[in-house]
């Protein structure tokens, strides 16, 4: 992926996140419930850009958020 393309990602799981009134803590929190090794920290650059995202990461981000992936990827 190039930096462009996970800076738009990350604008918009940040959007779907703060429509949802989840803090990056409660995001990160649900996320490790289901298995996934992710910190708020991590969160947080995904969200900038600065973090490439996972597949898994991305299934589990569409489950939690009750998106469909066209919506994730918008």
Do not use: P, W
């Not at 992710?38 to 589990?60: M, P």
């Not at 569409?62 to 998106?67: G, K, M």
């Amino acid at each position: 992926m190039d930096a462009v393309y996970d800076k738009r990602m990350g604008q918009n799981i940040r959007r779907l996140r703060m429509e949802r009134g989840m803090s990056q803590e409660q995001l990160s929190a649900r996320l490790q419930v289901r298995g996934c090794d992710i910190t708020r920290s991590g969160l947080a650059k995904i969200e900038v850009g600065q973090r490439h995202i996972y597949a898994d990461e991305i299934k589990l981000l569409r489950e939690i958020l009750s998106v469909s992936y066209d919506e994730l990827f918008i």
